[in-house]
């Protein structure tokens, strides 16, 4: 006989008892806009964009070039067509590194960067592919550009830097590294993971080249969407190629934007939430800006009055997203992320898939734990972690 009073929770339990801190993993929750957006593109626009001529797929295509026009006029990009749309950001990266770099090419990153970059180019680095300079942050955990400019090589041919460092939230001067890149040639790719939805971003402002984003963090949509602006002119090597709509009577990938790197059908339904969510952001981003700020400043002020509190993050305000990593005592990090999920706070310990950044950090064994906040979130919620956190230490 099953025994449902001792069955899992629901979604809906688990989330109604926590108050949610890990919005730089995903945020939540989602505007109803986003909600009600997937739902129409599941029922009564449920066709397959770009493949058809009847209403149906008409409308369907419609909602993609509006998510796509949307993202553009967000960025400040001149041309739609410049967005490529992908399953994520970490896709969106490889897009960028996979599709432009050459054998003997040079490339400058950071050790701040995630995963999602380090890997595509320590692996193209491991089997000699390219050539690889990973600069440390300075001991504040910024990057100095005169570093980057130091690094230059005659075969460079990609700089990458992430605008937020998805460890400590540390704002990286990304404006100032795309000034060098101008001045030398060189082509320069920005992770927007942290910043996009959080941060105003113009691609021009920022001298930018490629700049990659998910749909699913400060942008406020679901989860499986993301995308890659590409410099009008830059032509990438598609990491796919499939169908797209266009061209069906040649066997090879067409030239078009952006079916050239949009083979196989889109996310539909994930695309309408995603323009709900940009919608959203771009209708509020200064009061999201400023109230995550807000959150932000009053979570390090009460972390930094508690005993026994290792902090990572930038103090100054203008210099930090809405990330706050520590420390509490000689626990790990899991022990501290998981006493706290048992009193109902959802935030995460461990390493962030940013290995590099916790050796800066002196973390590399016992992680860190990374709480979060969001548009939702409120001051009562960082009153309350703050009084959890006094009462574990």
Do not use: W
Request: glycine share 10%; hydrophobic share 40%.
């Amino acid at each position: 006989m099953i025994s449902y009073a001792s069955a899992p929770r629901s979604v809906k339990e688990v989330f109604n008892m926590s108050i949610y801190l890990d919005n730089a993993a995903t945020s939540h929750p989602k505007p109803e806009a986003v909600v009600r957006a997937v739902t129409a593109a599941l029922t009564t626009g449920n066709a397959n964009p770009g493949r058809s001529g009847h209403p149906g797929a008409l409308a369907a295509a419609r909602t993609v070039l509006n998510t796509r026009q949307s993202l553009a006029r967000l960025i400040g990009a001149e041309d739609a067509m410049s967005i490529a749309f992908c399953f994520n950001c970490t896709d969106a990266l490889n897009l960028a590194i996979k599709g432009l770099l050459h054998q003997g090419d040079h490339v400058i990153a950071t050790m701040l960067e995630h995963n999602s970059v380090l890997r595509p180019l320590c692996t193209l680095a491991a089997r000699n592919r390219i050539e690889l300079t990973l600069l440390p942050p300075r001991p504040d955990g910024f990057i100095d550009p005169c570093d980057v400019e130091k690094a230059l090589r005659n075969n460079t041919a990609l700089i990458v830097c992430t605008q937020a460092s998805n460890v400590t939230g540390a704002i990286q001067p990304v404006a100032a590294i795309g000034q060098i890149a101008r001045n030398h040639g060189v082509r320069y790719l920005i992770d927007g993971a942290q910043a996009l939805g959080a941060l105003p971003v113009d691609v021009n402002a920022l001298g930018c080249d490629l700049y990659a984003f998910p749909g699913h963090k400060s942008l406020l949509g679901p989860q499986g969407t993301g995308g890659l602006y590409i410099r009008p002119g830059l032509r990438l090597n598609p990491l796919r190629e499939g169908g797209t709509g266009s061209a069906s009577d040649s066997t090879l990938q067409p030239e078009e934007l952006p079916e050239r790197y949009e083979s196989g059908t889109v996310n539909l339904p994930g695309l309408a939430g995603l323009g709900a969510g940009v919608a959203h952001v771009a209708r509020q981003l200064s009061q999201i800006m400023m109230h995550e700020r807000e959150l932000t400043s009053a979570l390090l002020d009460g972390l930094s009055a508690l005993s026994g509190i290792t902090l990572y993050s930038p103090r100054e305000e203008a210099a930090r997203a809405g990330i706050v990593t520590f420390n509490l005592g000689d626990l790990s990090s899991s022990q501290l992320a998981d006493r706290l999920a048992e009193r109902g706070f959802a935030v995460r310990g461990g390493l962030h898939c940013a290995p590099l950044a916790h050796r800066f950090l002196g973390t590399l064994r016992r992680g860190a734990v990374r709480a979060s906040v969001g548009h939702a979130n409120t001051f009562q919620e960082i009153e309350a972690f703050l009084d959890t956190l006094k009462s574990i230490s």
